[in-house]
């Protein structure tokens, strides 16, 4: 049973979850291709947080030890009072959540992560420049069109080209995403400068509108990452970010604890970025296309779970791959062995209320995406998730 390996399977968008997609499959013994629009390798962003579900599908790929050896297991998740700086709750990390999840906590370089999964697959399987514009699924293969003017065809595409995605709006039309009301300020303070925070832990402190929140990312330079988000009525910038204004920041944080102050202070520079959300899409495609990740349900990162969901995904993508004769079948299962996580995650995440108070979070953590169950079967003529 699963569809052959001569099926070529080709994926659009070669970032954090289309670049893991790709090496899954391809190590499963599967012929992809990635058609990234970008030039050439662009890692992106500062910081990221992957959590034990994820890493141990990092461990899983062989990828593992090089990010536990780049980046840091922080010892704590600590709650604090964004006025007060008194402890809400704190939860432990480092060795316990090893030995808990059998996988570690890490915090690292996103482009560190990024680097490593883009050198996880096969020589040439990236090709840069090629901005989607059509797709058209043809019955026995599915024909792609660029803005360059060439076109290529697969076996079946996966759309995992993100919140902008242009297979979703190839497919349904386009639809810009809504505001989610929240701008954050990000830094990384160099490693040498002094701040009064706990380097070894990830702190988060919280106000009613706004929050803080601190992490290392480097167990090299020992480089120290924050973003500061607060309410904001709109976004009137055509960049997706901006470069932020210390003073402007500073005047949004009047009143936070000394140790909140002194952290936003030591930012040499900073950037301000939008927080856009749209809803979870009732469709993740047709056919022999199928999305992934923020393509189908983009999530704010309150709960550091955007990338950690999209990579879930390409697991379930390929045991479902694995587990169906016909491609419509795997991507319809597909869809329906993620709907109910991605969507409790979704919420969860626009609350912002991930770990402000004790609670366990072994449905997050403890979540392993290559031996859960499968769900039965539901037949249907798309990929629909009501």
Request: proline fraction near 5%; glycine fraction near 10%.
């Amino acid at each position: 049973m699963g569809i052959g390996r001569k099926d070529s399977i080709a994926i659009v968008g070669g970032g954090l979850g289309g670049a893991a997609t790709a090496a899954l499959l391809q190590q499963a013994g599967h012929s992809v291709t990635v058609f990234e629009q970008a030039q050439k390798f662009e890692p992106a962003g500062a910081g990221i947080h992957l959590t034990p579900n994820v890493m141990r599908i990092l461990g899983h790929m062989g990828i593992g030890a090089a990010l536990v050896r780049s980046g840091c297991r922080p010892e704590s998740f600590t709650s604090r009072n964004l006025v007060s700086n008194s402890v809400r709750c704190a939860l432990p990390l480092g060795d316990r959540a090893e030995e808990r999840y059998g996988a570690p906590y890490l915090t690292v370089g996103r482009g560190v992560l990024h680097r490593e999964l883009i050198n996880a697959l096969r020589p040439g399987s990236v090709r840069y420049g090629k901005r989607l514009v059509g797709v058209d699924d043809c019955g026995e293969a599915v024909r792609m069109r660029f803005a360059d003017g060439s076109t290529a065809e697969a076996s079946c595409v996966i759309g995992a080209d993100g919140l902008g995605s242009q297979v979703r709006e190839v497919m349904y039309g386009a639809e810009r995403p809504s505001f989610s009301g929240q701008i954050a300020y990000r830094a990384i303070v160099p490693a040498g400068t002094r701040i009064p925070v706990d380097r070894r832990c990830i702190t988060k402190w919280w106000a009613d509108d706004s929050f803080v929140i601190g992490y290392p990312i480097d167990s090299q330079s020992d480089d120290y990452y924050f973003v500061a988000g607060m309410a904001a009525d709109a976004w009137t910038h055509p960049q997706s970010w901006v470069d932020g204004d210390k003073d402007e920041m500073l005047e949004a944080f009047t009143g936070s604890c000394d140790e909140v102050l002194g952290l936003l202070n030591a930012a040499e520079s900073l950037s301000k970025w939008p927080l856009f959300e749209r809803p979870p899409l009732q469709e993740w495609g047709r056919g022999r296309i199928a999305l992934l990740g923020d393509a189908c349900h983009p999530m704010r990162p309150h709960m550091a779970q955007g990338a950690a969901m999209a990579i879930e995904d390409g697991v379930l993508l390929l045991r479902c791959l694995e587990a169906e004769d016909e491609i419509e079948e795997a991507f319809r299962r597909y869809a329906e062995n993620r709907r109910q996580r991605t969507g409790r995650i979704q919420a969860v995440s626009a609350e912002n209320s991930w770990l402000k108070e004790p609670e366990d979070p072994a449905w997050v953590f403890g979540h392993d995406a290559m031996t859960i169950d499968l769900v039965p079967r539901r037949r249907s003529s798309s990929l629909t998730v009501t």
